[in-house]
């Protein structure tokens, strides 16, 4: 009894199937009958006579062997139906093929008795229910399920959908500088039962990402790289919100990290550091890498000589992530903040061309002789440029934030959700790797119509 595949401190990805099984108990099935037994004590007599009555009818039997006592008794129709005969000692078994007993009495001058023992039909080919309860990491129940058992002994849940709809991935800006647990890796506890006689349970404490990403790609996230795709450089404005996410494994003791800020043509540098081995294991950790946060750890290198700066991550000797930031002034910036692959969320800042437009959404419904609108509205949509795209690192960025599902564009220092417009046709030309700018459209998801 218990789970077969999963064991305590697991990660699973929940955009991927998590199937959890686990093994039941047989129940036993104990039917209560009764066998009878003729029974001859002593040295059995040369001539074993006598007759049984059963449901009225007499059965005679005059042999000298018990063998030949049973083989008289499974001549008989009726006997042979409703019994199972056997043999043990001096003991002729007569063993009731189901529940319910008729009268059945033994006439004999022998040294036989009739011997009537309570037994226990023993059917082993059925499997106890399974209950599988949910729990979240401050032993709230979230749900509990219950299964029945098919004949390979186990049941099978997936608990895919119920652990991504209890993780949150909340987005908050933020201009100072520290490093947050997040809950965008979440504890749950799995609690499996059966209903046995010794009612036991078995529980196993798992964690679960809002992921559905390569062996190799969550490989790379337990190590502590970056969950970003672009880490080859990344330009920030003053009042960017760039951020990185860490996962730090149990094995991470001696994490750290470091920020190197430098000055035009990196002339001079100064090093900013702090141990990660503090926090809490199978977390991912938020760092805040924007420049209203980072500029004031540094004493050396003033505020005003930092030209870029760069975020690395590691263990002793080995570098697990190294994020450059250049800083730049945008002649016409606009800056989405997008949820990637790794669950986590990560900036795009693009300066190509931006106009409003108007665009009209209508509701139409067709009689015998035209068409009637019913409803129409008219509303803001943008049209967005690109900008230049310079490396296959900045394509990958721009590709992952089309295919994103949840986008924000950073406006007056709110937040707001928007949708991108025929998402397969802009991925598509993103793909073109001959093309060094695309243009897609997107409209506010809370839009306002002006007309």
């Not at 003791?253 to 000055?263: K, V």
């Not at 001959?434 to 809370?446: D, M, P």
Request: charged share 20%; proline share 1%; glycine share 4%.
């Amino acid at each position: 009894m218990g789970f077969l595949n999963v064991v305590n401190n697991n990660i699973l990805q929940a955009k991927k199937e998590c199937l959890i099984k686990y093994r039941t108990d047989n129940r036993i099935q104990n039917t209560y009958i009764d066998m009878l037994i003729i029974r001859y004590s002593g040295i059995l007599p040369a001539a074993l006579i006598g007759s049984i009555n059963y449901k009225g009818i007499n059965y005679s039997y005059n042999v000298t062997s018990l063998q030949a006592l049973l083989d008289r008794m499974n001549s008989f129709y009726q006997i042979f139906v409703d019994f199972n005969l056997s043999i043990s000692n001096q003991d002729v078994r007569f063993k009731k093929r189901d529940i319910t007993y008729n009268n059945f009495t033994l006439d004999t001058t022998d040294s036989a008795t009739l011997v009537q023992v309570p037994i226990y039909n023993i059917d082993s080919n059925n499997n106890y229910p399974v209950g599988l309860t949910i729990m979240d990491d401050e032993n709230n129940k979230i749900i509990q399920l219950s299964k029945a058992i098919g004949q390979e002994g186990y049941s099978t849940f997936d608990i895919s959908s119920i652990l991504k709809n209890n993780i949150n991935n909340e987005l908050i800006l933020r201009n100072s500088f520290s490093i947050i647990n997040t809950f965008s890796c979440k504890k749950f506890k799995l609690i499996g039962s059966t209903i046995s006689n010794s009612n036991a349970l078995s529980s196993v404490d798992i964690y679960a990402l809002k992921t559905n990403i390569e062996e190799t790609e969550l490989n790379d996230l337990f190590a502590g790289k970056a969950m970003i795709v672009n880490s080859e450089k990344r330009y920030i404005s003053e009042d960017s919100n760039e951020k990185i996410f860490i996962f730090k494994a149990l094995a991470s003791t001696t994490m750290y990290l470091e920020i190197t800020a430098y000055n035009y043509l990196r002339r001079s540098s100064e090093v900013y550091s702090q141990n990660i081995e503090t926090y809490d294991d199978n977390v991912i950790l938020e760092i805040p890498t924007n420049w209203k946060s980072i500029k004031d750890l540094f004493s050396i290198i003033t505020e005003e000589e930092i030209a870029e700066y760069v975020v690395s991550v590691g263990s002793g000797n080995v570098i697990y992530s190294t994020i450059n930031y250049i800083k730049k002034d945008f002649k016409d910036k606009r800056e989405f903040i997008y949820l990637n692959k790794f669950a986590v969320w990560d900036n795009l800042i693009l300066e190509g061309k931006n106009e409003t437009i108007l665009e009209t959404k209508q509701d139409t419904a067709e009689n015998k002789q035209q068409i009637i609108i019913i409803n129409k509205n008219i509303y803001y949509k943008q049209n967005q440029n690109t900008g230049f795209i310079v490396s296959d690192n900045q394509r990958e960025h721009i590709k992952e934030f089309f295919s994103s599902e949840k986008i924000y564009e950073v406006v007056n220092g709110e937040l707001l959700e928007i949708i991108i417009d025929a998402n397969n046709f802009v991925l598509k030309q993103i793909d073109a790797t001959e093309l060094n700018n695309v243009q897609f459209s997107y409209t506010y998801a809370n839009f306002k119509t002006v007309i």
